[in-house]
């Protein structure tokens, strides 16, 4: 069987083409399959929306979280509600088509345990594109994880790497894409158009979209905090030997660029330096904070989400 898991968050708009479109493409594989909404906390009808237009079905899964916990822990709690021996995580938005699926499906029969869609020409403005290569591109020169450029949430996963991302990764940040990278197995990527959100507005804005792509950066890499050790070696290295040289040239006491040091004392210099240093400084003490406030989330051990209700197509509530 195959689990279809879909974040939802005020999407009524869409959620009518999005539906269609999905049970339609489902006539194209043969494989049974469960569509799983993750509903994130939507303040408009998105539930209601789902439950008249899937009436019945007792393949269409709700799950209700208790308010808005975002994307990525959306994700984690449909992949925690599926069932299926597959799953395919996709946007509600229709930018990821659900025709696709069948390409991934194949995939998957072929023996691969992750299939995940790589964009070319994603359709946003330049600066948002602009944003996202080199974002990708970023994260992947700091991480120690090969994390592949440009693939999105958009992927299948074989149930053996479901149950390693819910059951052997306990951490509450969750970047989906980097976990599933971590998790390992045969995987390969599949280049699909990526299209232009059906109707309504992106749920990220710039805020979250920077959350996010500080979770990968800081969640896949250490490399920020040994930016700390590699610029206080750059910075140490010469000022020792140019400390050494104004103490040789102190005693020796001669001309050089018709300055000797009994001229005038360096105020400026001086002064650069300690606004160059306090800078550092604060910039280093920053990144530590950034892992520091981590870890304290992280220690707390709070849940990712919490899920209020599940309810199935056919109005059975399960839990
Ligand atoms: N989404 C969610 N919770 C949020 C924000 C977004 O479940 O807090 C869902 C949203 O409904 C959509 C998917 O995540 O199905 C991707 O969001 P969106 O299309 O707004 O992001 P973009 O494609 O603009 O990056
Ligand atoms: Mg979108």
């Not at 974040?7 to 049970?23: D, G, K, S, W, Y």
């Not at 946007?91 to 069948?102: F, G, K």
């Not at 050089?256 to 002064?271: E, V, W």
Request: net charge neutral; with cysteine; aromatic share 10%.
């Amino acid at each position: 069987m195959l689990s279809i898991v879909i974040p939802v968050f005020n999407e009524a708009e869409v959620l009518p083409m999005f539906i269609a479109r999905l049970l339609e493409a489902s006539l194209e594989w043969t494989e049974p399959f469960e569509a799983i909404f993750v509903d994130d906390g939507s303040t408009d009808n998105s539930i209601t929306t789902i439950s008249n237009l899937t009436q019945g079905r007792e393949n269409i899964t709700v799950v209700k979280l208790s308010r808005n916990f975002g994307h990525q822990a959306a994700i984690s709690a449909g992949i925690q509600q599926a069932k299926g021996d597959a799953l395919v995580i996709m946007d509600a938005d229709l930018q990821d088509p659900p025709e696709a699926i069948s390409q991934l499906i194949h995939k998957w029969r072929e023996g691969f345990d992750v299939v995940y869609a790589i964009r070319k020409n994603r359709k946003e403005s330049w600066p948002k594109k602009l944003a996202y290569k080199s974002f990708y591109r970023t994260l992947r020169w700091v991480s120690d994880l090969d994390i592949p450029l440009d693939s999105g949430d958009f992927c299948l996963i074989d149930r053996k790497v479901a149950d390693v991302i819910i059951h052997q990764i306990p951490e509450n940040i969750r970047f989906i894409r980097g976990l599933r990278t971590f998790a390992g197995f045969r995987q390969s990527g599949l280049i699909i158009e990526r299209e232009k959100r059906a109707a309504g507005n992106s749920k990220y804005n710039f805020r979250a979209l920077t959350r996010l792509a500080l979770d990968g950066i800081f969640g896949f890499s250490l490399m920020p905090l040994r930016i700390a050790s590699y610029m206080g070696l750059i910075i140490a290295i010469p000022s020792f030997l140019i400390g050494i040289f104004f103490i040789i040239h102190r005693i020796f006491n001669f001309k050089l660029f018709g300055y000797s040091p009994t001229d005038t004392p360096g105020l400026a210099s001086l002064a650069t330096g300690i606004f160059f240093l306090g800078g550092i400084t604060l910039i280093i003490l920053g990144i530590i904070g950034e892992y520091l406030g981590r870890i304290y989330l992280e220690v707390k051990r709070r849940p990712g989400f919490i899920v209020e209700e599940v309810r199935k197509g056919d109005d059975r509530l399960i839990t």
